[in-house]
């Protein structure tokens, strides 16, 4: 299970994935009308944009415009004795050139990710033991940014801080408008465990052949130059995971 709380009670919670994020026009074909596609579209949970954010470039150096820091909404001291207060967290930075925490970038370095920026989540996250969290970029969505593939030990790092993602900005343009309730990232539970890969055998592969055109025979609608219609049954067939915040 994926467990969260928010640095700030009036912000987005995570959301479950949408089979669908692009409005197409007419006409037959589209990505999104294969059934394979849009279960990948709706698996996982999507963090939001909590804010209108803007990035522009000049000379090659990066900028954000109006940047926001919030106080959290609630009030934390370092021990029982001391006087607790919000903490602060800013929603959006660049990497430092020269920079030696949270590890050091060298100038040639920074160079090339000096359009990558980090963006704030405002949530703090954790997971089941052995779960892991697969943040990557929302499938199949094309954006003048995307957000960089990271997993994530949540069952075993009690990050102190909301977690954020590294947006990687198309460094061919000047001006990149991220506009609040937009999805940032994907974020998947996935189980930390041992995964095999093996080739089939000949007979392993004959069986598995055969089950394949009696499925078709069974299940294919028609045929048209050899190739039977399977796109109804596969959809009627098909069991996708679900994704759901509990209230």
Request: charged fraction near 25%; aromatic fraction near 14%; include cysteine.
């Amino acid at each position: 299970m994926l467990h969260f709380f928010k640095f700030r009670q009036d912000l987005f919670d995570p959301q479950p994935a949408k089979d669908v994020y692009v409005k197409r026009g007419t006409g037959k074909g589209w990505p999104e009308e294969c059934p394979p596609i849009r279960a990948a579209n709706a698996f996982g949970f999507d963090l939001l944009a909590n804010f209108d954010v803007t990035f522009t470039q000049s000379r090659g150096a990066w900028r954000v415009q109006k940047d926001v820091v919030l106080p959290s909404d609630f009030d934390w001291a370092a021990d029982e004795s001391a006087a607790g207060g919000p903490l602060s967290q800013q929603y959006a930075w660049f990497w430092e050139k020269g920079q030696k925490l949270p590890h050091p970038i060298s100038d040639n370095v920074y160079a090339q990710i000096r359009n990558q920026v980090k963006v704030s989540s405002f949530l703090f996250l954790k997971t089941d033991p052995n779960e892991l969290l697969l943040l990557t970029d929302v499938p199949n969505l094309a954006r003048p940014w995307k957000a960089m593939t990271a997993l994530i030990d949540t069952d075993w790092y009690p990050a102190s801080y909301p977690w954020h993602t590294v947006i990687e900005l198309d460094r061919r343009l000047q001006k990149i408008t991220i506009r609040k309730g937009e999805p940032l990232c994907r974020v998947i539970p996935v189980r930390r465990d041992t995964y095999f890969a093996q080739e089939m055998s000949p007979t392993a592969f004959d069986e598995f052949f055969a089950r394949g055109q009696k499925w078709l025979a069974t299940h294919g609608q028609s045929q048209h130059q050899g190739t039977v219609d399977i796109t109804r049954t596969y959809v009627k067939q098909q069991v996708k995971s679900r994704f759901i915040v509990v209230k």
